[in-house]
């Protein structure tokens, strides 16, 4: 004799649904196991929801660093920097080091564009605000010169533009001095000569002379 299946009360429904909807069954060392379902929101998982959703600034704001695009911000220990503001910051340093022109015959020195390449390092940890001692100075010169030489064949032309060519070495530095990684400034200085236009125009804003690039 089957025996009759008896009928749960609306309560017991309601909370077997609710075990349902929060526990699922998985197989882990070839057991059933019943765990806890991960949390969804609007049908989807947390992070693919917050992947999917969720405003830069909010993750910024909320230290979720992971979950943004690597073409949008650069990742060190000490900074997080969007592409844009660090583009900014080069061409507020190239504006400090193109000063240096009007000063030149007062100290005998003749300073063109295509010279303040080498003062990147020192308005790199002047703007960084890192101590600019013996050490730090000699990690970041030593990187943006090296980096320059070495790369000054391959580039051709491009070095050619002073803005471009400051900004290589500034980027340098920043290799030197440990704050970004090797991957992260070649793909920094790749969304550079992309925006070149750009830099031009930052850097030209409060200047005015104009430079032509010539490729």
């Known amino acids: 004799m089957t025996k009759k299946k008896k009928k749960l009360t609306p309560a017991q429904k309601a909370a077997k649904k609710k075990r349902q909807n ?3 069954t998985v197989f882990m ?13 609007d049908g989807m998982g947390v992070d693919e929801f917050i992947k999917n959703n969720a405003d830069p600034i909010w993750l910024q704001q909320n230290e979720l660093w992971e979950y943004m695009d690597n073409d949008e911000i650069l990742w060190n220990d000490d900074t997080r920097l969007n592409k844009q503001e660090l583009l900014e910051e080069i061409a507020k340093a190239y504006l400090d080091a193109f000063e240096t022109i009007l000063f030149g015959p007062l100290t005998g ?3 063109t564009p295509k010279d303040l390449f080498h003062l990147a390092p020192t308005i790199c940890l002047k703007l960084r605000g890192i101590k600019q001692n013996e050490l730090n100075l000699k990690k970041a010169t030593d990187a943006a010169l090296s980096s320059y030489v070495a790369t000054s064949d391959i580039v051709g032309e491009l070095f050619d533009i002073p803005q471009m060519a400051f900004a290589f070495s500034y980027v340098a530095s920043l290799l030197g001095l440990d704050l970004l990684s090797e991957d992260e400034c070649t793909n920094i200085l790749n969304y ?5 236009d750009h830099l031009i125009d930052l850097t030209n804003k409060n200047n005015k002379l104009k430079w032509r690039k010539s490729r």
Do not use: A
């Not at 060392?29 to 929101?41: L, Y």
């Not at 550079?192 to 070149?196: A, G, M, P, Q, R």
């Open 192 to 196: 550079i000569e992309v925006n070149l």
């Open 29 to 41: 060392n070839g057991k059933q196991k019943r765990v806890k379902r991960p949390q969804t929101i």
């Open 22 to 24: 929060e526990y699922m």
């Open 109 to 111: 020195q003749k300073i």
